[in-house]
Nanobody, 121 residues
Framework: QVQLLESGGGLVQAGGSLRLSCAAS????????MGWYRQATGKQRDLVAT???????NYVDSVKGRFTISRDNAKNTLYLQMNSLKPEDTAVYYC???????????????WGQGTQVTVSS
């Protein structure tokens, strides 16, 4: 059983910062690419940033220069440092990870439960 548990969301004023964390736990053989997605009310879930197991990163244009994705492979944990937050960043943020479970030859995609980020103007 593999689980992703997010934390760190909350309410912040525009211009403020938040740091999201996502801890992967369970029977994990290999943790591959990970990423953050977000879903605003009434909208589809969109990619925010991704990071490979080797540390290569990719960002959607709207967060470049403000958000930083990182990971601690020893702790199986993913982070998203969000600075200069804007009201349009308000959404539920989801962690995604591609994981090869112990005893399996397949890599599966997993999602966390989501954490709410609200940015007030």
């Amino acid at each position: 059983q593999v689980q992703l548990l997010e934390s760190g969301g909350g309410l912040v004023q525009a211009g403020g910062s938040l740091r999201l964390s996502c801890a992967a736990s369970g029977s994990i053989f290999r943790l591959n690419a990970m990423g953050w997605y977000r879903q605003a009310t009434g909208k589809q879930r969109d990619l925010v940033a991704t990071i490979t197991s080797g540390g290569s990163t990719n960002y959607v244009d709207s967060v470049k220069g403000r958000f930083t994705i990182s990971r601690d492979n020893a702790k199986n944990t993913l982070y998203l440092q969000m600075n200069s937050l804007k009201p349009e960043d308000t959404a539920v943020y989801y962690c995604n990870a591609w994981i090869q479970p112990l005893g399996s030859i397949r890599t599966n995609g997993y999602w966390g439960q989501g954490t709410q980020v609200t940015v007030s103007s």
